[in-house]
């Protein structure tokens, strides 16, 4: 017989790191596999959306405008009922939902909190470009029976599992438990996720950039002295550095984790003319990447310090965001340090 024909899907990653760790409960591969199985269902509302015009899914007037909407509200309803009956969770947050989200009564309240982009870059979908989700799993704190706020709002330090599936020309789960990070792609045959990237490294340094550019003068100096200073000749490759931009995050970062480089969303002093703060929100956007990046070698800071140990105030909190290659991150924070002070 052919050694292992079927591979290694995602349950028998899972398996086999559990074994590794004879405390582990086996929790986690339960939220796992059902964040696989929310995210197989989205994987196919997604690549379907094109067809929703052709087919008349919709009303006559946005129809566009109105599915896009439709696929955010749809991805967030899948993946709160594939959390909310585990027992795994005791509290959950949405992007799509301004207050935290509690653990109906008829069911059971677990030992782990979850915050979770369901359809990151949705925007997008218009034009066929990627999107994703992001999910960021913490151990509960709180004392009481149910989870509370506080068990969503603790640092990134403290996150025992991120990750992310991004929605391309395939469908991709990355994500880490804290033993490296691991790609799955799902083979719509046999409607699987299979190892496809174990353990991703990022490259120390990167030769790509990845912003939105457009928004220059409203960053502070120490950024846009950073972005005019590497559009420069690179010392080693004797180039600039090439830009990349989605404008899509989790397609953005799933580039920045497998090339290197660097993804900013910096701050904007428009919006915000005394601390700055970005677009990208801290608890299920941010934290969860950062927690990737540096899981794969890399690192992410706020500009000032890492994402990681940044407190969160609030549940839809935004910071700047600078996450990939280790020293392009540490270039960035020292053109911070030294146009912007301490
Ligand atoms: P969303 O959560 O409303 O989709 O917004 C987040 C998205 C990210 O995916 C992406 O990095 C960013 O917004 C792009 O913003 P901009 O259009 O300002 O470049
Ligand atoms: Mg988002």
Known sequence: MTENPIGVNLTRHIHQTQQAHPEATGEL???????????????RKVN??????????????NIQGEEVRRLDVLANDVFISAFDHLGNFCVMASEEVDEAIPIPDEYLCGGYSVAFDPLDGSSNIDANVSVGTIFAVHRKISF????????????????????????GSSTMLVMST????????LDPEIGE??????????????KIYSCNEGNYGYWTEGVRRYVDHIKESDEASGRPYSTRYIGSMVADMHRTLLYGGIFMYPGDLKKDP???HGKLRLLYECAPMAFLCEHA????????????DVIPESLHQRVPFFA?????????????AKYEGA
């Open 29 to 43: 591969s339960t939220i796992l596999n059902q964040i696989a199985l929310a995210a197989k269902i989205v994987s």
């Open 324 to 336: 990939g290659s280790t020293n392009d991150v540490r270039e960035l924070e020292s053109f911070v």
């Open 178 to 185: 804290g033993n490296g990070v691991h790609g799955f792609t």
């Open 297 to 308: 070698g890399g690192a992410a800071s706020t500009g000032r310090g890492r994402v990681l």
């Open 144 to 167: 009481g029976p149910r989870g509370d706020n506080s068990d969503l709002m603790q640092p990134g330090n403290r996150l025992v599992a991120a990750g992310y599936v991004v929605y």
């Open 48 to 61: 379907r959306a094109g067809l929703a015009d052709v087919l008349g899914y919709t009303g006559t007037e």
């Open 274 to 276: 005394t601390t700055p």
């Open 193 to 206: 996720f299979l190892e496809s990237h174990r353990d991703i490294k990022i490259p120390e340094k990167g």
